[in-house]
Structure formats: structure tokens, C-alpha cells
């Protein structure tokens, strides 16, 4: 309840909290996210606090640990997908780009508040599927289109609060707030 109230759905712009989201939904699926939330501590200590800098550098020692610590989803290649991305990540930085820009040109813009949300419930959509194509060509690995369309329902970049949610209100004025790039391709209709 408390990850629902104040964090789903929050627009998030902070690269690095960009960054540990994308790596643990990618962790996440398959699985039910209250098994990520209640390991999220220990990947945060064991994955640096999710720094790219220092994941990237991990080696096979640092992965044959993380396969046997059960504070954690001990699945190898979700593991050395994340130590990829950590990598993929530092390679955007060194060509100019954020993590921040590159997602969040998928966005949709921010709802109109007369207009109703139509409450349907999808596994993926249009933006999410053009978002892990990108994410894909650059390399990133565990970015499938259902694991990206979790990933901007929970860091705001669309907003999946139900109609009658108390919180949805909140979470679309915050998301008036953020500025979109220049390049956004967000905002097809569903």
C-alpha cells in the first residue's frame, strides 16, 4: 500500500532511480513485484545502490556471489543483464545521452482532466514496444515491451491510477510538471 501511494505512478526524472527500476523489472519478471519489493533493500546493498559505474565493472566472482545469495532473485542472467546494462548505460552517458531523455520521449502526455481514464488494463502498448525497441538496439537486455510498460506505469511516464483512485489526481499534476524532450514520441492514443 505504501509503495502504491507514494511511489507508483510518480514521475521519476532521476537517471539513476531510472536506472535501479529498469534492472529490478527486469528482475521482476515472471514474478510478482511485492517479492521484488520485499528484496529491494538487499539488491539496492548488493547491486551499489544501483551506481553504473560500479555494477559495470562486476566480474564473474562478483556474479557466481549474487547466484548464491538468497536475499535476492538469484537468476544468472537477470544478474549479468543488469551488469550489461550498467554498461549500455555508461556508454549513453559517454555519447551525451540520459537515461531520463531516452525514456522519456515515450511518455504520455499528461491526461486531460475532464477526460475519463477508460480503465483497461494493458500488458504493453505501442510506447512501451517503441521503448524497448530502443532500449534493445543500444543493447539493454530484459527490456521487453510487457517489462516496459511496468516500468513507465510505475515511474509515471503513463498513469495507470484507476479513475476512482485518490492518488491519480496527484500523480497527473506532478506529471504536468515534467518537462518532455524535445523528440517525444509519447502521447499516441490506446
Request: neutral net charge; hydrophobic residues 35%; aromatic residues 10%.
Amino acid at each position: 500500500m505504501n509503495y502504491h501511494d507514494t511511489e507508483w505512478g510518480r514521475p521519476v526524472v532521476d537517471d539513476l532511480q531510472l536506472f535501479e527500476k529498469v534492472c529490478l523489472e527486469g528482475f521482476q519478471s515472471g514474478l510478482s513485484w511485492i517479492t521484488i519489493l520485499r528484496k529491494r533493500e538487499k539488491f539496492r546493498e548488493l547491486f551499489c545502490h544501483f551506481n553504473p559505474d560500479e555494477v559495470a565493472q562486476f566480474g564473474k566472482r562478483e556474479v557466481e556471489a549474487l547466484v548464491l545469495d538468497p536475499g535476492i532473485i538469484r537468476h544468472r542472467g537477470k544478474i549479468e543483464s543488469t551488469i550489461h546494462n550498467a554498461q549500455r548505460y555508461l556508454e549513453m552517458r559517454a555519447a551525451g545521452e540520459t537515461l531520463r531523455d531516452v525514456v522519456w520521449q515515450y511518455a504520455e502526455p499528461p491526461a486531460d482532466p475532464e477526460m475519463p481514464h477508460s480503465g483497461e488494463v494493458f500488458a504493453q502498448t505501442p510506447q512501451s514496444l517503441a521503448l524497448s525497441k530502443d532500449l534493445k538496439k543500444r543493447g539493454w537486455k530484459f527490456v521487453g515491451p510487457t517489462t516496459m510498460y511496468a516500468f513507465m506505469q510505475s515511474m509515471g511516464l503513463v498513469n495507470d491510477h484507476a479513475t476512482t483512485c485518490y492518488v491519480r489526481a496527484e500523480c497527473e499534476r506532478q506529471r504536468a510538471t515534467v518537462h518532455l524532450p524535445p523528440t517525444t514520441r509519447g502521447g499516441a492514443v490506446r
